[in-house]
């Protein structure tokens, strides 16, 4: 008898790996994020998940609710006398609410991970169909967690380290949450200092008015290109669409040696109105790329009927082709804003004069022994939200404009 | 003649469409052929060149005056001054001149060969013709005067110096050399730095795709809060590079970095790892002593997580394309979840995969900030993009760094003949 075939092996295996993923998480969460002593127990919890696993597998709900509900207390109440009352390493007496909140919490997220993994898998044998569901299930679940896992950590330790300060750093590292009780203007010193002592606002000025420049005269230029590439017969135009994108094959590193040494010598190095040059000129191949697409999609018809109404092609343009067009225009605006905004390598090797500095630009130059990490972690959520603010905001348009134009970065 | 006819004004209206393509696409032209075109070029260039980082400022000529003697007296001699000091370090200045006035009340008494005096505007001016001058020269130039009246310093120095000379330019000189391209390919490092370069890219790529479908993979199933997820996924790729990266550099920094503290914390180290700047580290696997390149795979984990999101984007938006009947056909005729991904979901998404490949290789292998942030190219993580701005501004050979950026175009050449090649069609 193949034990693998076996339902109940899945319950096993769903309640071990999920019980004991749960509590290293919170007992993490726990140890970082306040300052309660806990030991790392992973025993009980192990134990505890299997006879839930097996659980899960004997008994299929009929009323979900209440299912989840006796589940997630049985799970508790498991641990907790598994543990022999003390799931944390102490007993539950000291630090009493914060005990039971993260035993409800583990609880709940183990008992659901389990629920749902073994879903319909029953404990005798069953077909290799539902072997594989199942392991599919158990695969997507840890997937998941993986993922937002790793995205949201480095941005986490972000935030966090820009709100504390230098001693309470170096002197627990591990130390990550956040102190409410201290006053407004010492949780967020960091970001008072770089506005007043840094003049962070000069710089965030400059990084709004050359992304929005850039992204003026990439409209500007792309729309009528795209538009001709797209709409207009000429010779080499198929030659043309091919060839933009090997334009944006190249990288600004191939660039930058040349084009520093000749603003040098034209006095354009080290001033913004350089950088509006240099941007557009690696964003309208892109641009254009992604524009032509979508007035391709565009009926010709339209433009033909235009044509017979007596419209020039710069009326097609204006009042045809753009306000057909604006998700599409929205979406390379966007994404041409984004490229603008977090651009480094040309900020970096052209600018010089403080005054002038973009954000990245400037946050480079806090990278040094005499400034603090958490000030460099401050700047580094200064540059970072205002870019996630529009791309949550406008996350639809953004999605579509990174599919159709960016398999740069 | 009537068949003539509509064709011959097709061709009046084929021409005026050209023209007008013409019109609307030329501003893209001159600014891609200003910023890209000509850059490219002059890259090859500036290859050939000893051009260091200094000889970029213009070089120019000094000279500075000096008064020597009693100024108060009338009746004294005095000694004018002037020193003169190139600013060049490799090219000879050519016809080279400098003029000054001279104020009321003094008397030439005697005066050094290259210079003349002249009367312009009733204003005595002495002008001194220093023809050529050579590289980092310098010299200086004697008047006697007479004063006729007291003077003071400020009467001499009120006018000011007028300096004119030719110099050749540096970067549109014609001396070529080979030097930039013998430097680079014999330092020994060159070779190592491919090495680093086409891990970097390989794992990188490779690392990033297949997590993107993996993530794929579980985001499209459809589950409460999946918008939201999504939108988290990209982070990485959506934030500035600068923030993403100093923050992982905070994280696993060696004295103040969580990682390391959770590490020892947990007992899996003894003492604290620098992730980002420790060349090699062993470790031993099943017995086995595996010496592994610790920054190298650092650089390469941060270029995984931080475009995963791209991938992930294409391959779902290519995975939600495929029509879901033919999923519920396969549920019906029994085929696992694994066998629906391998017979159904793979076959669909293989093009765009080989696409993402081919394009993810190419950026990543043009990839610069990334490493330089992290590591700035320490530790065996120096890859040719690195080196480009390690050679032109670090060690500010302009010359060399020109000639390493001119090995990344000549590899780039390559993978787009190959991308063009292997690009299917519809994809493209």
């Given at each position: 008898?193949?034990?693998?075939?076996?339902?109940?092996?899945?319950?096993?295996?769903?309640?071990?790996?999920?019980?004991?993923?749960?509590?290293?998480?919170?007992?993490?969460?726990?140890?970082?994020?306040?300052?309660?002593?806990?030991?790392?127990?992973?025993?009980?919890?192990?134990?505890?998940?299997?006879?839930?696993?097996?659980?899960?597998?004997?008994?299929?709900?009929?009323?979900?609710?209440?299912?989840?509900?006796?589940?997630?207390?049985?799970?508790?109440?498991?641990?907790?006398?598994?543990?022999?009352?003390?799931?944390?390493?102490?007993?539950?007496?000291?630090?009493?609410?914060?005990?039971?909140?993260?035993?409800?919490?583990?609880?709940?997220?183990?008992?659901?991970?389990?629920?749902?993994?073994?879903?319909?898998?029953?404990?005798?044998?069953?077909?290799?169909?539902?072997?594989?569901?199942?392991?599919?299930?158990?695969?997507?679940?840890?997937?998941?967690?993986?993922?937002?896992?790793?995205?949201?950590?480095?941005?986490?330790?972000?935030?966090?380290?820009?709100?504390?300060?230098?001693?309470?750093?170096?002197?627990?590292?591990?130390?990550?949450?956040?102190?409410?009780?201290?006053?407004?203007?010492?949780?967020?010193?960091?970001?008072?200092?770089?506005?007043?002592?840094?003049?962070?606002?000069?710089?965030?000025?400059?990084?709004?008015?050359?992304?929005?420049?850039?992204?003026?005269?990439?409209?500007?230029?792309?729309?009528?290109?795209?538009?001709?590439?797209?709409?207009?017969?000429?010779?080499?135009?198929?030659?043309?669409?091919?060839?933009?994108?090997?334009?944006?094959?190249?990288?600004?590193?191939?660039?930058?040696?040349?084009?520093?040494?000749?603003?040098?010598?034209?006095?354009?190095?080290?001033?913004?109105?350089?950088?509006?040059?240099?941007?557009?000129?690696?964003?309208?191949?892109?641009?254009?790329?992604?524009?032509?697409?979508?007035?391709?999609?565009?009926?010709?018809?339209?433009?033909?009927?235009?044509?017979?109404?007596?419209?020039?092609?710069?009326?097609?343009?204006?009042?045809?082709?753009?306000?057909?067009?604006?998700?599409?225009?929205?979406?390379?605006?966007?994404?041409?804003?984004?490229?603008?905004?977090?651009?480094?390598?040309?900020?970096?090797?052209?600018?010089?004069?403080?005054?002038?500095?973009?954000?990245?630009?400037?946050?480079?130059?806090?990278?040094?022994?005499?400034?603090?990490?958490?000030?460099?972690?401050?700047?580094?959520?200064?540059?970072?939200?205002?870019?996630?603010?529009?791309?949550?905001?406008?996350?639809?348009?953004?999605?579509?404009?990174?599919?159709?134009?960016?398999?740069?970065? | 003649?009537?068949?003539?006819?509509?064709?011959?004004?097709?061709?009046?209206?084929?021409?005026?469409?050209?023209?007008?393509?013409?019109?609307?696409?030329?501003?893209?032209?001159?600014?891609?052929?200003?910023?890209?075109?000509?850059?490219?070029?002059?890259?090859?260039?500036?290859?050939?060149?000893?051009?260091?980082?200094?000889?970029?400022?213009?070089?120019?000529?000094?000279?500075?005056?000096?008064?020597?003697?009693?100024?108060?007296?009338?009746?004294?001699?005095?000694?004018?001054?002037?020193?003169?000091?190139?600013?060049?370090?490799?090219?000879?200045?050519?016809?080279?001149?400098?003029?000054?006035?001279?104020?009321?009340?003094?008397?030439?008494?005697?005066?050094?060969?290259?210079?003349?005096?002249?009367?312009?505007?009733?204003?005595?001016?002495?002008?001194?013709?220093?023809?050529?001058?050579?590289?980092?020269?310098?010299?200086?130039?004697?008047?006697?005067?007479?004063?006729?009246?007291?003077?003071?310093?400020?009467?001499?120095?009120?006018?000011?110096?007028?300096?004119?000379?030719?110099?050749?330019?540096?970067?549109?000189?014609?001396?070529?050399?080979?030097?930039?391209?013998?430097?680079?390919?014999?330092?020994?490092?060159?070779?190592e730095v491919l090495k680093t370069t086409i891990y970097y890219t390989f794992f990188g790529t490779a690392g990033a795709?297949?997590?993107?479908?993996?993530?794929?993979?579980?985001?499209?199933?459809?589950?409460?809060?999946?918008?939201?997820?999504?939108?988290?996924?990209?982070?990485?790729?959506?934030?500035?590079?600068?923030?993403?990266?100093?923050?992982?550099?905070?994280?696993?920094?060696?004295?103040?970095?969580?990682?390391?503290?959770?590490?020892?914390?947990?007992?899996?180290?003894?003492?604290?790892?620098?992730?980002?700047?420790?060349?090699?580290?062993?470790?031993?696997?099943?017995?086995?002593?595996?010496?592994?390149p610790?920054a190298l795979s650092m650089v390469i984990l941060f270029e995984v997580?931080?475009y995963?999101?791209?991938?992930?984007?294409?391959?779902?938006?290519?995975?939600?394309?495929?029509?879901?009947?033919?999923?519920?056909?396969?549920?019906?005729?029994?085929?696992?979840?694994?066998?629906?991904?391998?017979?159904?979901?793979?076959?669909?998404?293989?093009?765009?995969?080989?696409?993402?490949?081919?394009?993810r290789f190419?950026w990543t292998f043009n990839k610069f900030?990334d490493i330089f942030?992290l590591t700035?190219g320490?530790?065996g993580t120096r890859t040719l993009t690195v080196n480009?701005?390690?050679?032109?501004?670090?060690?500010?050979?302009?010359?060399?760094?020109?000639?390493?950026?001119?090995?990344?175009?000549?590899?780039?050449?390559?993978?787009?003949?190959?991308?063009?090649?292997?690009?299917?069609?519809?994809?493209?």
């Amino acid at each position: 008898m193949a034990f693998w075939r076996l339902g109940i092996t899945g319950g096993f295996l769903a309640g071990a790996i999920w019980a004991s993923l749960w509590q290293l998480l919170v007992c993490v969460a726990l140890i970082i994020g306040s300052d309660v002593q806990i030991e790392l127990q992973m025993g009980p919890a192990f134990i505890t998940g299997i006879i839930m696993g097996v659980f899960a597998t004997l008994y299929k709900p009929n009323n979900a609710k209440i299912y989840f509900l006796v589940g997630i207390l049985l799970y508790a109440l498991l641990l907790f006398l598994c543990s022999f009352g003390a799931p944390f390493g102490s007993l539950l007496t000291d630090n009493y609410w914060c005990m039971i909140v993260s035993l409800i919490i583990i609880s709940s997220l183990s008992f659901i991970s389990i629920s749902l993994t073994v879903g319909s898998l029953n404990a005798g044998m069953v077909t290799k169909y539902f072997i594989e569901a199942f392991y599919s299930r158990l695969m997507w679940g840890l997937g998941l967690v993986f993922f937002i896992l790793i995205v949201s950590i480095p941005f986490y330790v972000m935030v966090l380290t820009s709100l504390k300060n230098q001693q309470s750093l170096l002197r627990n590292p591990l130390d990550l949450s956040i102190d409410f009780s201290v006053a407004p203007e010492k949780l967020f010193n960091s970001y008072i200092e770089l506005f007043v002592k840094y003049d962070f606002l000069t710089l965030l000025l400059n990084s709004a008015f050359v992304s929005v420049v850039t992204v003026f005269i990439t409209l500007l230029f792309s729309i009528p290109g795209a538009y001709a590439v797209a709409k207009l017969r000429f010779p080499a135009r198929q030659w043309l669409s091919s060839s933009i994108l090997l334009i944006y094959l190249i990288p600004a590193i191939i660039l930058v040696i040349p084009l520093y040494s000749v603003f040098s010598q034209l006095g354009l190095r080290n001033s913004l109105f350089g950088l509006c040059i240099v941007y557009p000129a690696t964003t309208i191949p892109v641009a254009l790329y992604m524009l032509k697409g979508y007035f391709s999609g565009l009926p010709s018809e339209l433009d033909d009927a235009g044509l017979m109404d007596g419209l020039t092609r710069w009326q097609i343009i204006l009042k045809i082709s753009i306000p057909l067009s604006v998700p599409a225009i929205a979406s390379v605006a966007l994404y041409v804003f984004m490229i603008a905004w977090n651009e480094f390598l040309f900020a970096f090797m052209f600018l010089d004069d403080v005054k002038i500095f973009t954000l990245s630009r400037g946050i480079v130059s806090l990278d040094s022994t005499e400034v603090p990490r958490q000030h460099l972690m401050a700047a580094a959520v200064v540059a970072t939200v205002p870019v996630l603010f529009i791309f949550l905001w406008f996350e639809k348009f953004l999605v579509s404009g990174l599919t159709s134009g960016s398999v740069k970065g | 003649m009537e068949t003539g006819k509509p064709k011959k004004t097709e061709g009046v209206i084929a021409r005026r469409e050209k023209r007008l393509a013409l019109r609307l696409l030329s501003p893209t032209f001159l600014l891609v052929i200003a910023i890209v075109i000509f850059p490219l070029f002059a890259n090859f260039w500036i290859s050939f060149k000893p051009i260091s980082l200094a000889d970029l400022g213009a070089p120019t000529i000094f000279v500075k005056e000096r008064i020597k003697g009693n100024l108060e007296q009338t009746g004294e001699k005095l000694v004018i001054e002037y020193r003169y000091r190139t600013s060049s370090m490799k090219y000879p200045l050519s016809n080279v001149s400098f003029s000054d006035i001279l104020p009321d009340g003094v008397k030439l008494i005697q005066i050094d060969p290259p210079c003349a005096i002249e009367t312009v505007s009733a204003k005595t001016v002495i002008k001194c013709e220093l023809g050529a001058v050579e590289p980092k020269a310098r010299g200086r130039i004697i008047l006697d005067v007479m004063s006729e009246m007291p003077l003071t310093k400020e009467q001499f120095n009120v006018s000011e110096i007028n300096t004119q000379f030719e110099a050749t330019n540096i970067l549109t000189s014609l001396d070529f050399s080979f030097s930039n391209y013998v430097k680079i390919f014999s330092a020994s490092e060159f070779f190592e730095v491919l090495k680093t370069t086409i891990y970097y890219t390989f794992f990188g790529t490779a690392g990033a795709l297949i997590l993107g479908l993996f993530a794929a993979q579980i985001m499209q199933k459809a589950f409460p809060g999946r918008a939201i997820i999504r939108g988290i996924l990209l982070f990485p790729y959506v934030a500035p590079v600068i923030a993403v990266a100093f923050s992982w550099v905070v994280l696993f920094d060696p004295f103040s970095g969580s990682v390391n503290a959770m590490m020892i914390e947990l007992g899996v180290a003894e003492k604290p790892v620098n992730f980002f700047g420790q060349r090699f580290a062993m470790i031993s696997l099943f017995g086995f002593q595996i010496k592994l390149p610790v920054a190298l795979s650092m650089v390469i984990l941060f270029e995984v997580w931080r475009y995963f999101p791209l991938s992930f984007l294409f391959i779902l938006a290519r995975m939600q394309s495929i029509p879901s009947d033919l999923y519920e056909a396969a549920e019906m005729d029994g085929a696992t979840p694994f066998q629906q991904f391998w017979y159904l979901s793979l076959p669909h998404i293989v093009s765009i995969l080989a696409v993402l490949f081919l394009l993810r290789f190419i950026w990543t292998f043009n990839k610069f900030d990334d490493i330089f942030l992290l590591t700035g190219g320490n530790a065996g993580t120096r890859t040719l993009t690195v080196n480009v701005y390690e050679q032109a501004f670090a060690v500010s050979n302009l010359g060399a760094g020109a000639a390493v950026a001119v090995v990344i175009f000549m590899f780039l050449l390559l993978f787009s003949i190959l991308f063009i090649k292997f690009t299917p069609k519809d994809e493209a």
